[in-house]
């Protein structure tokens, strides 16, 4: 069992700037792939980007690329979204993942086994 806990989640102005981590407990010495997530309401949880466990790969979707960037830390079993440029509908709930099965970053969320409770993410205009 892996344990997530997001942080980081606020309220921010469009063009600004916020990071979130994601501290993973347990059995963290897997090598997991790690996803974010996002969620507004009335939609379906959208992918956001991954990394592999390595941090040597990463992948994003296309309404995020050049603007976000996924890190880990596995010293200290955490992720990160550096999240710039927000934009208002960057709005939504947040989410990490991981993935203990695969080697490649799945974009869908039913490949992810574990998941954080989610942090709140608000840009206004």
């Known amino acids: 069992q892996v344990q997530l806990v997001e942080s980081g989640g606020g309220s921010v102005q469009a063009g600004g700037s916020l990071r979130l981590s994601c501290a993973a407990s347990g059995r963290t010495g897997s090598s997991y792939v790690m996803g974010w997530f996002r969620q507004a309401p009335g939609t379906d949880r959208e992918f956001v980007g991954g990394?592999?466990?390595?941090?040597?790969?990463?992948y994003y979707a296309d309404s995020v690329k050049g603007r976000f960037t996924i890190s880990r830390d596995n010293v200290k079993n955490t992720v990160y979204l550096q999240m710039n440029s927000l934009k208002p509908e960057d709005t939504a709930v947040y989410y990490c993942?991981?993935?203990?099965?695969?080697?490649?970053?799945?974009?869908?969320?039913?490949?992810?086994?574990?998941w954080g409770q989610g942090t709140q993410v608000t840009v206004s205009s």
């Open positions: 990394i592999s466990w390595s941090g040597g790969t990463t």
């Open positions: 993942a991981a993935d203990r099965l695969r080697y490649s970053i799945a974009t869908y969320a039913r490949a992810y086994d574990y």
